[in-house]
């Protein structure tokens, strides 16, 4: 199969941010198989590839330097729905996880 036709789902990721945050005006880059694009707090749905697992991550960037880095690598047979947790200080991890069913 070419790379053009291969078959694909939509997984729905939540990026949250604390209530509490030591930084304003950041918004997250979300990295999807190695290629990263910029997103929006909330939730959003991106396309992935439906047959292999795939790694998701998301940080943050403050002008200075990269933050609040998580990755979570994404199988075929898991709950397409995952949660960013943006970290409340910009020098701590952030944390990717699958979503509950009532945390979506």
């Known amino acids: 199969m070419s790379h053009g036709d291969e078959a694909t789902r939509r997984i729905q ?4 941010k ?3 945050a030591l930084y ?4 997250p880059t979300l990295v ?5 694009q ?6 959003g749905t991106w396309q992935v590839p439906a047959d292999r697992s ?6 943050l960037f403050n002008r200075a330097w990269r933050f609040g880095q998580a990755e979570f690598s994404l199988d075929p047979g898991d709950r397409p729905s995952l949660v960013y947790r943006a970290p409340a200080l910009p020098f701590l991890r952030g944390r ?3 979503a509950e069913v009532d945390e979506t």
Not at 13 to 16: E, G, H, N, V
Not at 38 to 43: E, N
Request: glycine letters at 16%; charged letters at 10%.
């Open 13 to 16: 990721l939540s990026l949250r």
């Open 18 to 20: 604390p209530w509490f």
């Open 24 to 27: 304003a005006g950041v918004r």
């Open 32 to 36: 999807i198989a190695g290629r990263g």
């Open 38 to 43: 910029p997103a929006q707090w909330g939730v």
């Open 54 to 59: 795939v790694t998701v991550g998301a940080y």
């Open 96 to 98: 990717i996880h699958v």
